[in-house]
T-cell receptor, first 111, second 110 residues
């Protein structure tokens, strides 16, 4: 059973709108949660990480964590065509090193 | 200059050949990782290392071996390559929880 689940998409969002990306995880011992962006043929780049329940904002990005529901989300405000990419959710489980990744959600921002 | 470099960037080889992928970093991180990425399967951890004396298996270590030659260098070897090892391989370095990925090596095993 896959431990980190994401809808593969594609998720299509009009330019300027809010893009909402979701991720669920199965291990309640997961401690750290990450969002990476990956452009086609490129390496993943870290956007945000979150440890505690609630929201964490960084510029146009907001990460939301709900440990009771085992749910992590990423909101992208004022979406731009350059935000079109695959977004990877990753978790670090308690006592583990290395990250467990979801398969990613392909986001398309339509001009 | 890039903080994490990988060589080669692309490699085509034949079944049964020995292959080494190399990773170097200038970030000064102790932790280094090897992942592979396959379409539809996402990124999966192969091996990781906390320092030159510490090597740990990840989720999919069978068929692979690693060597941590120095703090800044971490190599991945395929002793006898097989076609299902065709994938995109990423090296990453880390400090605490954050990980930074190299540009990747696209490996094709025929």
């Amino acid at each position: 059973q896959k431990e980190v689940e994401q809808n593969s998409g594609p998720l299509s969002v009009p330019e300027g709108a809010i893009a909402s990306l979701n991720c669920t995880y199965s291990d309640r011992g997961s401690q750290s949660f990450f969002w990476y962006r990956q452009y086609s043929g490129k390496s993943p780049e870290l956007i945000m990480f979150i440890y505690s329940n609630g929201d964490k904002e960084d510029g146009r990005f907001t990460a939301q964590l709900n440990k009771a529901s085992q749910y992590v989300s990423l909101l992208i405000r004022d979406s731009q065509p350059s935000d079109s990419a695959t977004y990877l959710c990753a978790v670090r489980r308690e006592g583990a090193d290395g990250l467990t990744f979801g398969k990613g959600t392909h986001l398309i921002i339509q001009p | 200059d890039a903080d994490v470099t990988q060589t080669p960037r692309n490699r085509i080889t034949k079944t049964g050949k020995r292959i080494m992928l190399e990773c170097s970093q200038t970030k000064g991180h102790d932790r280094m990782y090897w992942y592979r990425q396959d379409p539809g399967l996402g990124l999966r951890l192969i091996y990781y290392s906390f320092d030159v004396k510490d090597i740990n298996k990840g989720e999919i270590s069978d068929g692979y071996s690693v060597s941590r030659q120095a703090q800044a260098k971490f190599s991945l070897s395929l002793e006898s390559a097989i076609p299902n090892q065709t994938a995109l391989y990423f090296c990453a370095t880390g400090a605490t929880d954050t990980q930074y990925f190299g540009p990747g090596t696209r490996l094709t095993v025929l």
